[in-house]
């Protein structure tokens, strides 16, 4: 082994670790929505280009992480639309095998999104308790594709219907993506996002402390709310070897 003019072993070659936060309504897929309105089309571009950053990373796996799901989802396993009316299944990686495992939609959506960009190499299917040991079982550059929306109370036609609470708190995640702070996403309040019907807490809550103590390059990419329900996008990267 060589080590520097200090007598010290070298420094671990840097490891990317790199984040794509997007929301995962079904109507991302065109086949769910149908004809396209501009704000399915701005999601859906923001999307594209936060899966297209993590990508340009180099990562030699992909960690697909939503709500929804326990354990692990690969090769073999798949989704389908056929809960939002539209009969169409999505393998999560690969071709479909018999007595694979169900994608949750979180999942299906997130397989689509890597389908779209191009991505043909490893990628893993976890729940948000499972992310830590995912990542851990996987070398060198890793990129993660974090799925959830936020409140879907934050207008009366909204899901949930309105809720005052619902627009701050969405408010309080965008600024913790556009800042990097994986601190801030660790602390959210999981009861308040469940009682807010956020959705992706549990997400960004794991990819926060999957990320802490790491300093992070952040790019909010989309903070809207168009359909009463919070869509955050952004992107992350860090360093994996860094303490």
């Known amino acids: 082994m060589t080590t520097d003019q200090a007598g010290s072993s070298p420094a671990a070659p840097s490891a ?12 991302l897929l065109p086949a769910v929505e149908g004809r396209a309105t501009p704000e399915t089309t701005a999601l859906r571009r923001a999307c594209a280009e936060a899966v297209e950053a993590l ?3 180099g990562p030699e796996a992909v960690v697909v992480v939503g709500p929804g799901g326990t354990g692990r989802y690969g090769p073999g396993d798949a989704g389908d639309l056929r809960g939002v009316g539209v009969d169409l299944e999505v393998p999560f ?3 479909v095998r018999p007595g694979g495992r169900r994608t949750p939609l979180a999942l299906t959506v997130g397989a689509w999104l890597l389908d779209e960009a191009g991505w043909s190499g490893l990628r893993l299917g976890v729940g948000p308790g499972d992310l830590d040991e995912a990542l851990a079982g996987l070398p ?3 990129g993660v594709l974090a799925l959830g929306d936020g409140s879907a109370r ?3 036609k909204a899901p949930g219907y309105l809720d005052d609470a619902a627009e701050p708190f969405d408010a309080a995640v965008a600024a913790a993506l556009a800042a990097g702070d994986a ?3 660790a602390a959210l309040d999981a009861a308040e996002g469940e009682r807010l019907l956020a959705a992706g807490v549990p997400v960004w809550r794991a990819v926060g402390r999957a990320l802490a103590g790491r300093p992070v390059v952040a790019e909010l990419r989309l903070d809207e709310a168009p359909f009463g329900v919070g869509y955050l996008v952004a992107s992350w990267s860090a360093d994996r070897t860094a303490p």
């Open 140 to 142: 060198g550059g890793v």
């Open 154 to 156: 934050r207008s009366v």
């Open 183 to 185: 601190a801030g996403l």
């Open 16 to 27: 990317p670790l790199s984040v794509a936060f997007c929301p995962c309504p079904p109507l």
């Open 93 to 95: 990686a690969g071709g």
């Open 55 to 57: 990508l340009a990373t």
